[in-house]
């Protein structure tokens, strides 16, 4: 069983389109997060969701809209593309307490997203 | 604001020993976590550091300086599969644990 499944892993889209990404916990962890990583591999958080309720919300376009319908779960839609949103988008799980009280992210396998 | 810096790249031989380097500023810290991460894959926890020293595990170690806002993932005995980029990251306090900061990565290529 995967930990944190997320889909779909490709994306290629139309700019101006609009598209979602799912993603899915079964680690019982009471944190999620969507992460984008770019070309030059800096990865760098955009939200954050603790036990359903949004936490972090790190300056990103409201383009980007995310849904944590329960804590196993935390969808990303997104409105109107754009090219520079062509990107690998993480989806990750965390659960306070679980390293020091820091606690160690679980990521999916990621989600690349290509704008034309 | 928040600064996190690592060698672009490192290149090694097999059955060597690497040290990567971090060094990083940040408005508060809650702890320095490792990533490991081969290509075209996701990230996944190697250490995590909140207290000065050094922290062993197998062929991995990972050192932490508070004062000095400096830390090193230390990989002995290198084998091919530790070819992939190794990625500092640290909780500042300010948000607590649920927002690490990474910094860019480091690729380490691994040759025979």
């Known amino acids: 069983d995967t930990a944190v499944s997320q889909t779909p892993k490709y994306l290629v889209t139309q700019m101006g389109n609009d598209k979602s990404i799912k993603c899915e916990q079964n680690?019982?962890?009471?944190?999620m997060y969507w992460y984008k990583q770019d070309s030059k591999k800096f990865l760098k958080i955009m939200f954050s969701y603790n036990n359903k309720e949004l936490i972090i919300n790190e300056t990103v376009p409201n383009r980007f809209s995310p849904k944590s319908p329960d804590k196993a779960h935390l969808n990303l839609h997104i409105n109107s593309l754009e090219l520079g949103d062509s990107a690998v988008y993480f989806c990750?799980?965390?659960?306070?307490?679980?390293?020091?009280?820091?606690?160690?992210?679980?990521f999916g396998e990621g989600s690349r997203l290509t704008v034309l | 604001g928040q600064n996190i810096d690592q060698p672009t790249e490192m290149t090694a031989t097999e059955g060597a020993i690497v040290q990567i380097n971090c060094t990083y500023q940040t408005s508060g810290f809650n702890g320095l976590f490792w990533y490991q991460q081969h290509a075209g894959e996701a990230p996944t926890f190697l250490s995590y550091n909140v207290l000065d020293g050094l922290e062993e595990k197998g062929r991995f170690s990972s050192f932490l300086s508070r004062s000095k806002g400096y830390s090193y993932l230390l990989l002995k005995e290198l084998q091919m599969k530790d070819s992939a980029s190794y990625l500092c990251?640290?909780?500042?306090?300010?948000?607590?644990?649920?927002?690490?900061?990474f910094g860019t990565g480091t690729r380490l290529l691994v040759s025979p």
């Open positions: 990750a799980s965390s659960q306070v307490g679980a390293v020091g009280g820091a606690g160690e992210l679980f």
């Open positions: 990251a640290v909780a500042p306090s300010y948000t607590g644990f649920q927002k690490l900061v």
């Open positions: 680690l019982g962890h009471d944190t």
